[in-house]
C-alpha cells in the first residue's frame, strides 16, 4: 500500500503515518563504537524521567542536602547522549515499545513485549545474553513482571498479561528477579490459582517477600515479591514507614549473586515509580524517587570502580508529564524557593488517598494536605478534592484524559501567587508521556572520549550488543507495515493506558 493511500484512509486513529522514513530504525548520522569488549552488563532504566525531573532533583541534593547527585557528577564527567523515543507508529512512545527498542533493536507499535504488530516475536537481548552463558537479573520498584523489565526477556503480545509473563520468567530462569506484584504470583489471587512461589521455589528459587528475608537469604537464585502491586512509592517508604526494601537494598541483594557467574552477567535495574509519580504530577514523589534512584547509581558506580569489566549504560525510556520548576518573582529571584516547598513533603497522592478513602469531607482533605504535602488548601480548593475523589468531577477541564483523579489533587497545590511562592512552584502540562528526547549515559573503562551525541533509542541495543560481542538483527516491520496490520485488527494490540505506561 502507498503511503498516500494510508493517509487517505485515515488508518489507526491517533496512529501517525508521517514519521521520517529513513530514521524509521535508527539515527544512523551518530553510531559511535566503544572501542572495547566488556564481561558484565548494566542497564539503568530512568522511567518517564526527563531533564526537568534532572534539573529539581540536582536543585534539591545541592540546596537542601548539600550534596552533589552521583548523576550529576557522572553527566560532567563522562559519556551522555540524546535518546529520540518514538515508536513504530506514534511520536509518544510507551514503555513496552520503548523497551522493546532497547532490547529488540527494533521499532515496534505501543503494546506488545517483543513482538511485531502482526505477531512476529523478537529476540530480547537478555534471552540472547543468557544463551551466551550470562546470568541475568532484573530488578524494579514497579511489579516485576511490567513493561520495562519484561521487554529485555519474555515476547508477549500483551504487556498487561503479567499473570502469564510471571509464567514466563518461570521459563526464562532468570537468577535475580526483584520487584513488587505479589497478586501475579500468589494462589488467592492468580485466575488460574497456580502457585507460582511453590513452582520458583522447586526450581531452587529462595523466595522473599520482606526487606528482613531479602537481607538473610542466602539462595544463589532469588525472586523477591515485595508488595501487591508496584512498590510503594519512595517517599512513602521513608517517610509513612512502608516496609519494602528501597531500590539500592536490592541492587544489593542481586550484584554478588550475579557476579558469581564465570561467564558474567547482565542485570537491568528500573527506577520504574518515577514514571508513575510523573503519571499523578506528584512532585514530592518523583522527587524522592530519583533520589532514591541516585543512591542505588552510587552503589552501581562502586561496583564498576572495582569490576572495571563492567559497563554501566543509564538511560530514560520516555519523559512522562514534565513538571517543570517554574521562574517567579521579578527576574525570577524567587523561583528558588519551590525547591524549599518541596521539603515538606512527606507522602504521596497514592498515599493520602489509601488514608482519605472514597469519602472524605473537606476538613479531612485540608488536614492531609497539611499533614503529607505542607500545603495550606483554601476551602474551594478542599471542595475541588473532595468532588474530585467521591463523585468523579475532575478539574480543570483541561487535564481529564490525564490520572485522575490525582490531577487534580496535584492541580488543587498549584502555585497560586506568581510573585513570591507559597507553593512548589512546579507546574504540569498533562499526566501522559511526551516526545522529547531523553538522557543517555555510559560508564566504564576506557570511555572518558567517547561522544554519544544524538541517537534513536535502538541504538542502545547496538551499544549492548557492542559491548558483550552478542551480535544477531531482529526483524524489521515498516511503519506502513505496522499501519496496514491495525487497519485490518482495529483494537490493535492492548492499549496502553489500561495500566500506567
Not at 548520522?29 to 552488563?41: D, I, S, T, V
Not at 541516585?294 to 519523559?319: G, K, N, R, Y
Not at 469519602?359 to 500545603?375: I, L
Request: contains cysteine.
Amino acid at each position: 500500500m502507498k503511503r498516500r493511500d494510508i493517509l487517505k484512509g485515515g488508518l489507526a486513529a491517533g496512529a501517525l503515518a508521517l514519521l521520517p522514513r529513513g530514521m524509521a530504525q535508527g539515527a544512523p548520522q551518530n553510531q559511535p563504537a566503544l572501542g572495547r569488549r566488556y564481561r558484565n552488563l548494566i542497564v539503568f532504566v530512568y522511567d518517564g524521567f526527563s531533564w526537568e525531573d534532572y534539573a529539581i532533583a540536582q536543585a534539591f541534593a545541592r540546596r537542601r542536602q548539600g550534596r552533589v547527585l552521583t548523576l550529576e557528577r557522572l553527566l560532567s564527567r563522562y559519556p551522555t547522549g540524546l535518546v529520540n523515543t518514538y515508536s513504530l507508529t506514534s511520536y509518544v512512545t510507551e514503555s513496552s515499545a520503548a523497551g522493546n527498542a532497547f532490547s529488540c533493536g527494533v521499532k515496534t507499535v505501543n503494546g506488545g513485549l517483543a513482538i511485531h504488530a502482526d505477531g512476529t516475536p523478537l529476540k530480547p537481548f537478555f534471552a540472547a545474553a543468557k544463551e551466551a552463558g550470562k546470568a541475568v537479573g532484573l530488578v524494579t520498584t514497579t511489579t516485576v513482571t511490567h513493561a520495562t523489565p519484561a521487554s529485555f526477556v519474555v515476547s508477549n503480545p500483551d504487556r498487561n498479561a503479567e499473570e502469564r509473563i510471571a509464567e514466563q520468567y518461570l521459563e526464562f530462569g532468570a537468577e535475580v528477579y526483584l520487584g513488587g506484584g505479589d497478586r501475579f504470583f500468589h494462589p488467592e489471587t492468580r485466575k488460574d490459582k497456580k502457585d507460582l512461589y511453590a513452582l520458583f521455589a522447586q526450581r531452587g528459587y529462595g523466595v522473599v517477600r520482606t526487606p528482613e528475608e531479602l537481607s538473610r537469604s542466602n539462595a544463589s537464585k532469588l525472586l523477591g515479591v515485595f508488595w501487591d502491586s508496584h512498590l510503594p512509592y519512595e517517599i512513602d517508604r521513608r517517610f509513612q514507614g512502608l516496609k519494602v526494601p528501597s531500590l539500592k537494598e536490592m541492587v544489593q541483594a542481586a550484584l554478588p549473586r550475579l557476579a558469581a557467574s564465570r561467564q558474567g552477567f547482565v542485570l537491568q535495574v528500573e527506577a520504574g515509580r518515577i514514571d508513575h509519580a510523573n503519571h499523578l504530577n506528584d512532585a514530592g514523589a518523583t522527587l524522592w524517587d530519583v533520589l532514591a534512584a541516585d543512591e542505588a547509581l552510587d552503589l552501581l558506580v562502586a561496583f564498576v570502580d572495582q569490576h572495571p569489566d563492567t559497563l554501566l549504560l543509564l538511560v530514560s525510556d520516555h519523559a512522562t508529564g514534565v513538571g517543570g520548576l517554574y521562574g517567579a518573582g521579578r527576574s525570577y529571584l524567587e523561583s528558588s524557593a519551590g525547591i524549599d516547598l518541596l521539603e515538606p513533603q512527606r507522602a504521596s497522592f497514592e498515599h493520602m488517598r489509601r488514608v482519605l478513602g472514597n469519602s472524605p469531607d473537606a476538613n479531612q482533605v485540608k488536614e492531609a494536605f497539611r499533614a503529607m504535602k505542607g500545603v495550606a488548601l483554601q476551602d474551594q480548593e478542599a471542595e475541588i478534592v473532595v468532588r474530585a475523589i467521591r463523585e468523579k468531577v475532575y478539574w480543570p477541564e483541561g487535564v481529564r484524559h490525564g490520572v485522575q483523579p490525582d490531577n487534580t489533587l496535584a492541580w488543587a497545590m498549584a502555585q497560586r501567587n506568581p510573585q513570591k511562592p507559597d507553593r512548589p512552584n512546579i507546574g504540569w502540562s498533562s499526566g501522559q508521556h511526551t516526545a522529547s528526547p531523553v538522557m543517555l549515559l555510559l560508564y566504564g573503562q576506557g570511555l572518558r572520549f567517547l561522544n554519544l551525541g544524538l541517537v534513536d533509542n535502538t541504538h542502545v541495543f547496538r551499544l549492548m550488543g557492542e559491548a558483550l560481542g552478542i551480535r544477531y538483527q531482529n526483524p524489521v516491520m515498516s511503519e506502513e507495515e505496522a499501519l496496514e496490520v491495525l487497519k485490518a485488527r482495529p483494537q490493535g494490540l492492548r492499549h496502553p493506558e489500561d495500566v500506567w505506561a
